[in-house]
């Protein structure tokens, strides 16, 4: 973690709401992170991971609960080093979060995540009985952020989300891109998130040794570590997000950009969870789900300007993505079908 690596303001409501903190108690816990108590009222700024990191321990040792009070039951301290101990005893990263949302099973009451493998698409679905809406949006955005990042940490790499649905509303943060993807939607009919399958048979690479360092680390290593906002991986993600396919630069001349070496620009971003190519096809992917929702861009102007050199290939490709054509996205997000847009191509 890097000293200018932060965090929004928004997410430190899950681990103050959970158990209604009395002001005294909470600005204690703030002051001893280091965090201005102003910043709660403000969820779109930024706070220092190091001290969002200080306060989540702050708040598990404070409430006596891993999960910070959003479930009526709870995770006593030590169920997550529990459960993690579990995990790295699997061969693969499917054994392993089945086995990740069952154990999370055996402490949570009011959220069940539930892991279900259609052909290439990977799908987390959440089951939700709180107490009420504030709880439930907190408890399922920090339910899912664990899911993620214990598959990213328990694979040793970064796994980008195709698609996140949120039953809730609530304002946009500039960290959602990078913890949720581009394909993002609140006021879903059901909360889930979807991935690609393949990265299911990823090997399980952590072990007794690296665990003792993650759960010392735990904090940063959930919200920072495959998430990295000022990482190479971010450097280039923006700078491919914000030029034409056509201007796209090969690894050998980004790495010259970077005053880096090809190998070394490889290892750097293979240290952040990903490769070059991955990237690319991640800012394909984010390029057109966004433009299918908020442009009038036709689908064969779209497709030229992702890189494919006939629409029949984003048309196939687009549906890999997420199992549907690019016209019936466009529909269910602009409420109307263009004229012959979704004709198989």
Known sequence: MREKDSVAAYFMQAMVQGKGNDPQRLGAALEQAGIDPVLIEQPTARVPASAFAALWLIQIRELDDEFFGLD?????????????????????????????????????????????????????????????????????????????????????????????????QRIPLSDDRLLWGHNLTFGAERTEIEFASHYLRLPVIQDLASLKVFLRTAPQWLVIRFRNQHGLASQVHQRLRHSHY????????????????????????????????????????????????????????????????????????????????????RARFQGELSEGSDRPI
């Open 246 to 329: 056509s201007e796209w630069p090969t690894l050998q001349a980004f790495a010259l950009e970077q005053h880096l070496s090809p190998s070394t620009f490889r290892r750097k971003l293979e240290r952040e969870g990903c490769s070059y190519q991955e990237i690319k096809d991640e800012v394909r992917r984010g390029v057109a789900f966004e433009q299918l929702r908020q442009s009038r861009a036709s689908i064969g102007d779209i497709a030229e300007r992702l890189g494919f050199q006939e629409p029949s290939a984003f048309h196939r490709a687009f549906k890999k993505w997420t199992g549907e054509s690019p016209g019936r996205y």
């Open 72 to 168: 009526s039951h709870g995770m006593s301290p030590g169920s997550f080093a529990l459960i993690c101990r579990a995990l790295i005893q699997e061969p693969d990263l499917h054994k392993a979060m089945r086995q990740c949302l069952a154990n999370f099973a055996l402490f949570l009451r009011d959220f069940r995540g539930t892991l279900t493998v259609r052909g290439k698409r990977a799908v987390i679905s959440m089951e939700t009985r709180a107490q009420n809406d504030d709880l439930a949006r907190l408890g399922e955005e920090t339910f899912l952020i664990l899911m993620i990042s214990l598959m990213c940490w328990l694979g040793g790499r970064r796994i980008p989300i195709d698609r996140a649905d949120f039953r809730h």
